[in-house]
């Protein structure tokens, strides 16, 4: 009886994700104003985020890395949606005094990075 060999090629291996990865994009020209996202496995092997932004003064936030998503897409993901929910009542803002037409335009710069990094990494918010 013959046996017939076959050789089969390895499939690639996995991408490999950081353990930490942080995206910025700078929403002035001074760098005062910002966007960031955090992402980082989780000793249980899921996945967190974390978010901060600041728009000149107008307002900001930041805190720590939560949440235990299956996936690093996932979690940027959901990052990706928070810091665009927050942006986008920033944007469409006009009956608070404290919110000019600069911190309107930077929130519009910001969704529009977080738009590309949608793109960029497969993901939606």
Known sequence: MQQLAFRFD???PPAIVEALQWFRTDLDKKGWSYGRIG????VDGTWSYTTS??????CGHGGPFHGSYPSF???????IAR???GWKK???RTTD?????N???MARKGMQWLESLEAEYGVAH
């Open 39 to 42: 992402v980082m496995r989780n």
């Open 97 to 101: 005094s404290c919110c000019k037409d």
């Open 53 to 58: 932004d600041n728009f000149g003064g107008y």
């Open 103 to 105: 911190h309107r335009a």
């Open 73 to 79: 897409d996932e979690a940027l993901g959901t990052a």
């Open 10 to 12: 390895p499939a690639p």
């Open 83 to 85: 810091l665009y929910c």
């Open 90 to 92: 920033i944007s469409e």
